[in-house]
């Protein structure tokens, strides 16, 4: 199982504010180690939405942002669309597991 | 344009063999890491392992230590994923990334397309 721990679900109307956590440990995110944020559309290969705790890949809508505190992070999506409905999954470096990288479990985003 | 293109779908039998590929253009294919993720069905992402192909430098998850092999030919800009003896287990839709920074931790910005691996007798 993942060392990143992610809510199964978050949901929200239209236009509203989600944020989805991202829980980590001393040995990833705690070691000061970045997180990465991807999107993944059904059926679709996962794209990158925010790399570095709290960077935009161009192209990206400024509707989405990243933070880091102690061993934890957060991807906020702002006035949430139809569109965003898709799997989020958070992405580490854990040095305790002989140096690899580990996503998170993931969560899922219902716009109601 | 940035971009790596996965081989095919495979269907094999338990027991069987397998390599699959990634082919980078539109960079240098020796300066970045190039990793593998699983996605079993209905499930999250697991970071398998990454490679640098300008000298084959490769990493591997604990959980998949010794159960595949990552190589690379620079030659041709091709990166593998490959199983000696494949398990039922192992059906999964694998993707390859590109690492986008000079380190291991760094994120991944462009991704394959992704191979279906289907085993089953």
């Known amino acids: 199982q993942s060392v990143l721990t992610q809510p199964p679900s978050v949901s929200g109307a239209p236009g509203q504010r989600v944020t989805i956590s991202c829980t980590g440990s001393?040995?990833?995110?705690?070691?000061?180690?970045?997180v990465h944020w991807y999107q993944q559309l059904p059926g679709t290969a996962p794209k990158l939405l925010i790399y570095?705790?709290?960077n935009r890949p161009s192209g990206v809508p400024d509707r989405f942002s990243g933070s880091k505190s102690g061993t934890s992070a957060s991807l906020a999506i702002t006035g949430l669309q139809a569109e965003d409905e898709a799997d989020y999954y958070c992405?580490?470096?854990?040095?305790?597991?002989?140096?690899?990288?580990?996503f998170g479990t993931g969560t899922k985003v219902t716009v109601l | 344009e940035v971009q790596l293109v996965q081989s095919g779908a495979e269907v094999k039998k338990p027991g069987e063999s397998l390599k699959i590929s990634c082919k980078g253009s539109?960079?240098?294919?020796?300066?970045?890491?190039i990793g593998w993720v699983r996605q079993m069905p209905g499930k999250g992402l697991e970071w398998m392992g990454i490679i640098y192909p300008g000298d084959s430098d490769t990493r591997y998850s604990p959980s998949f230590q010794g159960q595949v092999t990552i190589s690379a030919d620079k030659s041709i800009s091709t990166a593998y994923l490959q199983w000696s003896s494949l398990k039922a287990s192992d059906t999964a839709m694998y993707y390859c990334a590109r690492d986008l920074g000079a380190a291991v931790q760094d994120a991944f910005d462009i991704w394959g397309q992704g191979t279906m691996v289907t085993v089953s007798s």
């Open positions: 539109g960079y240098s294919f020796t300066s970045y890491w």
């Open positions: 001393s040995s990833n995110i705690g070691a000061g180690y970045d």
């Open positions: 992405q580490s470096y854990d040095s305790s597991l002989s140096g690899s990288g580990v």
């Open positions: 570095g705790n709290s």
